[in-house]
């Protein structure tokens, strides 16, 4: 059964995200969710092939953390950091800077991943003050970059691949370049970044795997250049590991496959395993050490009103439970080989142009997807029982990382079936 009422018909009060409500089908209702698994209103169940944006990397409603909210629950649901601090923040704080690379263990909570950003972006330029350069108020980031919706977070997003070009005139303008991925782009890069330093303060970066911006993916070398080319010019480097922390690429952070510890690091989306908001951005003991002064002004100036909230920090306490209990990274590894081998058979679609794999994250990319046929696709989708919803012209699996095999073979038939149904030929 389809429907065939548009989201405005549907929905006379919701606003949805990135979503022409005119002409896009109504959203399908949700009664539950569990492991892998939505079940909709009509009693229909869908393997979730995305993890709800990649945040429920233990898949939903895993007992652990529920156990974990319903005993916070008893005790502290929220109180302001201004002044006041309780146990889960300062337990999750701890852990964080213990898992995390290097001298990474200042953590500064807030409720979204391009708040994160935000802050990441302010403590860079704060930093560059407190060492006397206040020229250095400017960004570098890549080409099919997203770090973020705020207007910050947008300025240093790809300009076109980026959802956002229609404000391209409001932005700040920044550096948006090619990520270098040769010899000769590692120096070209390097160059450019000691000819501008002076007005740089950082560069941005999704390490590893360029995520929603196009699920583009770069060497663990390329990592190391950038880094280089940082250090060499005083330039400081922020990892954006919404996306890629928590096992996403087959290490706990793509930072250790990368062998680097950038000066700060921002992490959201799996923080909670899915269930409440919550990010933060870590910085690096030195970078801390330059906001310490007499003086009051000199402060990290910023201070979401829920930042640090009890229920999430209980939640992301949880999670992080899982991730030592539970073999949840060495499952993310083993992902990318079933992954691969089971997206193999999209290569022979004839407007397939890449099938590719890292960590439990899936690639097919076609040469375009119009938006007639992403349509098509999310009901050809939904009838074969998978929750799978491209970016761009990009299909693609992010799902929980326990996902099982007999999971994992409905995602990938219902993938290449239902992009076999909506037009694509075998060659
Ligand atoms: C999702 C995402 C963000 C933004 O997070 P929100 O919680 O949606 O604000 C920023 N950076 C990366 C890499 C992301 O994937």
């Not at 974990?68 to 889960?88: D, R």
């Not at 990368?258 to 003991?285: H, M």
């Not at 992010?398 to 038939?413: I, Q």
Request: hydrophobic fraction near 45%; charge should be negative; proline fraction near 5%.
């Amino acid at each position: 059964m389809t429907t065939t009422k548009s989201a405005v018909e549907a929905e006379p009060h919701l606003w949805l995200p990135y979503t022409q409500m005119q002409t896009t089908a109504a959203p399908l209702a949700v009664a539950r969710a569990e492991g892998a698994t939505i079940t909709l209103e009509d009693g229909r169940v869908l393997v979730d092939g995305i993890a709800s944006w990649w945040t429920a990397c233990h898949g939903y409603r895993h007992p652990h953390i529920t156990a974990a909210l319903s005993a916070q629950l008893e005790t502290l649901h929220h109180v302001m950091l201004g002044g006041l601090v309780h146990p889960q923040a300062k337990t999750l704080a701890k852990r964080l800077a213990g898992l995390l690379p290097g001298f990474l263990e200042r953590v500064f909570f807030a409720e979204s991943g391009s708040v994160a950003v935000e802050v990441a972006m302010k403590i860079a330029v704060q930093t560059q003050r407190s060492r006397g350069e206040p020229s250095r108020h400017r960004f570098v980031s890549f080409l099919g970059g997203y770090h973020g919706d705020t207007f910050a977070t947008m300025s240093v997003c790809d300009p076109e691949e980026g959802m956002h070009h229609l404000f391209r005139d409001v932005l700040a303008p920044q550096f948006t370049r090619p990520l270098p991925t040769t010899t000769d782009e590692h120096a070209a890069f390097a160059a450019f970044l000691n000819q501008e330093r002076h007005q740089i303060a950082a560069v941005v970066l999704e390490p590893l795997v360029q995520c929603a911006g196009g699920m583009r993916f770069h060497s663990p070398e390329d990592v190391r250049a950038i880094k280089r080319a940082c250090d060499a010019s005083g330039t400081l480097l922020i990892f954006d590991e919404i996306a890629t922390g928590f096992g996403r690429t087959g290490t706990l952070f793509a930072a250790e496959a990368c062998e680097v510890v950038p000066d700060i690091i921002t992490l959201s989306k799996a923080l909670t395993g899915g269930t409440l908001p919550l990010s933060c951005a870590v910085a690096t003991r030195e970078v801390f050490e330059t906001f310490l002064d007499d003086d009051p002004l000199r402060a990290l100036m910023h201070g979401p009103t829920f930042m640090g909230n009890a229920l999430a920090c209980a939640a992301a306490n949880a999670s992080v439970d899982l991730f030592e209990s539970e073999p949840r990274v060495a499952q993310a590894k083993a992902l990318e080989e079933a992954l691969a081998t089971a997206l193999a058979p999209c290569r022979k679609l004839s407007d397939v142009i890449d099938v590719r794999c890292r960590g439990a994250i899936g690639v097919v990319e076609l040469d375009a997807l119009s938006p007639a046929r992403l349509q098509r696709l999310r009901d050809a989708f939904v009838d074969r029982g998978a929750w799978i919803r491209p970016l761009g012209r990009v299909v693609y699996l992010m799902p929980p990382l326990n996902l099982t095999s007999a999971d994992l073979d409905v995602l990938a038939r219902a993938l290449f079936d239902g992009l076999s149904a909506t037009g694509s030929k075998t060659r």
